[in-house]
């Protein structure tokens, strides 16, 4: 069974533009969650998506946003990328709704985006 | 809001040696659970062990242990026979009635030969 894919594995974009990451969850999973991880804050939660809709969205400016197809794959947009966005961008699947037990997450090895 | 705490950024340990990595959390909730991920050099994070906070009995998977103290709001990680490719940086997380997983700040573990 394929595990998490995320693409692209690397990604270098200049301020101001946009970038959009993508990832395929294992199939059969219908929650997909996004995570960034920097060096000063760590890792801190973006949002998560079950069955098309966003559930739950952490504290980052509108500037970051996501979607969810019908066949589970989700795809995070920054807009107006500032130096800061700089991280590794972890997406995690699981079976169902991202709550309890299913908070065991089955991450994918991330995007590394660079802005400069 | 949950919030998880990991007090030692760096361990280290001989190889074939046990060695415990801490976490304390906080939460207001009585069902929660508890996780600890491994981060390798890949940088894919996999589960190594989890707890659900109801359970008194700690959780053991082959050569990793938990300690939890549900009182203290401590969850702790024992490696035994400590083995290369256990080097790693190792998160300890919580996860509650809101969708997400809730981070410490980690702990990078050397292994030496």
């Known amino acids: 069974k394929a595990g998490v894919t995320q693409t692209p594995r690397y990604l270098i974009k200049t301020r101001g533009q946009q970038v959009t990451l993508s990832c395929s969850p294992i199939s059969g999973h219908r929650s997909v969650s996004w995570y960034q991880q920097t060096p000063g804050q760590g890792l801190q939660f973006l949002f998560e998506y079950f069955s098309e809709t966003q559930r739950n969205k952490g504290n980052f400016p509108g500037r970051f946003s996501g979607r969810q197809f019908s066949n589970s794959r989700s795809e995070m947009n920054v807009s107006t990328l500032e130096l800061g966005d700089s991280a590794l961008y972890l997406c995690?699947?699981?079976?169902?709704?991202?709550?309890?037990?299913?908070?065991?997450?089955?991450f994918g090895q991330g995007t590394r985006l660079t802005v400069v | 809001a949950q919030t998880v705490t990991q007090s030692q950024p760096e361990m280290s340990v001989q190889e074939a040696e046990t060695v415990t990595l801490s976490c304390t959390y906080d939460t207001s909730e009585s069902d929660y659970y508890l996780f600890w991920y491994k981060q390798p050099p890949s940088r894919q994070m996999i589960l190594v062990i989890r707890q659900e906070a109801y359970k008194q009995q700690n959780a053991t998977e082959n050569r990793f242990s938990v300690n939890f103290q549900k009182a203290a709001k401590s969850f702790s990680l024992k490696i035994s026979d400590s083995q290369l490719g256990d080097a790693a940086m190792y998160f300890c997380?919580?996860?509650?009635?809101?969708?997400?997983?809730?981070f410490g700040s980690g702990t990078q573990l050397t292994v030496l030969p």
């Open positions: 997380a919580s996860s509650g009635s809101a969708r997400q997983l809730t």
């Open positions: 995690a699947s699981s079976p169902g709704p991202l709550q309890g037990m299913n908070t065991e997450a089955f």
